[in-house]
């Protein structure tokens, strides 16, 4: 999503349009806001936080990589988790490119927490897996698992399927040019071992949760994968990332899932 010089005019139309329509808010992708204070309705920022923070903008910390498409699904999700808006109601998104009008409507399943939990790591792994999803491996769908945090618990409640393919390698999440060696290895069997700072530790690692003492509940359907990330993140502080090979991206907290999204259906 690159700026090219027609976001302020763009930007123009969009409060036109709000001006015009009964519109509820006003979504703002990867554009430096300017000149947006007299909006009387919530605004929404995804990108960089401008100076100006007036009580009704809200800033999501989303990867603008996912694309327009999704990060209005985001958006649209996330107004209506926090009652900024209701579904239904109209909205008004602006991207460097592209102007349009959607109705709210819930498309990805997202608790609060999943908003809260947009720090800078879990949000590069978060576009990781979005990614897996989207492109798969040689053609292939791909499932995996990514547990991120508190890895000495993890580790501790995990064994190598397979020997570490990144022993003794400084790989880090936030190193764009090693993604595409972390999504190589999305084949083994097993899950990564993310830490705090974004290396990783370990793929191939078998999460091993009994399961009869850590009560998880996860939706009928849902297989062996989706329960191991689902007992890590209760067993430990981590969050768990699944990549399901159906194309679902969820996030496990504390047990639960807290956000549910098929990047493959829009
Ligand atoms: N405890 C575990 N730790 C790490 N990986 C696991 C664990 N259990 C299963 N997996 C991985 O999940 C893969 C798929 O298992 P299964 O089909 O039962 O899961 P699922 O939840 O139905 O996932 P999907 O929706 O992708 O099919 C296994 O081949 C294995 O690689």
Redesign the pocket.
């Known amino acids: 999503m690159k700026e090219n010089g027609y976001s302020a005019i763009l930007l123009k139309k969009a409060i036109e349009l709000i001006n015009t329509l009964d519109t509820k808010a006003l979504v703002i992708i990867g554009i430096q806001p300017k000149n947006l204070l007299k909006m009387k309705i919530p605004v929404v920022i995804i990108g960089n936080e401008a100076e100006e923070k007036p009580a009704n903008f809200h800033y999501l910390r989303l990867p603008l990589s996912l694309g327009t498409k999704n990060l209005v699904n985001l958006a649209s999700s996330f107004m209506i988790t926090n009652e900024i808006i209701h579904e239904k109601d109209l909205f008004v998104y602006v991207t460097p490119s592209s102007l349009g009008i959607r109705r709210a409507e819930k498309t990805v399943k997202a608790k609060d927490e999943f908003f809260l939990q947009i720090e800078h790591i879990f949000r590069e792994v978060l576009e990781l897996a979005i990614e897996l999803s989207l492109e798969g491996r040689e053609g292939k769908p791909v499932?995996?698992?990514f547990v991120i945090g508190d890895t000495r618990n993890v580790i501790r409640h995990?064994y190598q399927?397979v020997p570490n393919p990144f022993k003794g390698y400084k790989i880090n999440i936030l190193d764009r040019s090693t993604r595409e060696i972390i999504k190589e290895f999305a084949f083994?069997?097993?899950?990564f071992v993310i830490n705090k700072s974004g290396r990783v530790l370990c793929a191939g690692?078998?999460?091993?949760?009994d399961l009869k003492k850590t009560a998880v509940r996860i939706p009928s359907?849902?297989?062996?994968?989706?329960?191991?990330a689902a007992?890590?993140s209760k067993l430990t502080k981590a969050i768990a990332i699944?990549?399901?090979?159906?194309g679902?991206v969820r996030v496990f907290k504390n047990g639960k899932i807290i956000f549910e999204y098929n990047p493959r259906l829009d």
Not at 242 to 246: I, L, P, Q, R
């Open positions: 499932g995996t698992i995990s399927m083994l069997d097993g899950a690692r078998y999460l091993d949760i359907g849902l297989g062996s994968r989706h329960l191991a007992g890590i699944t990549v399901s090979e159906s679902v």
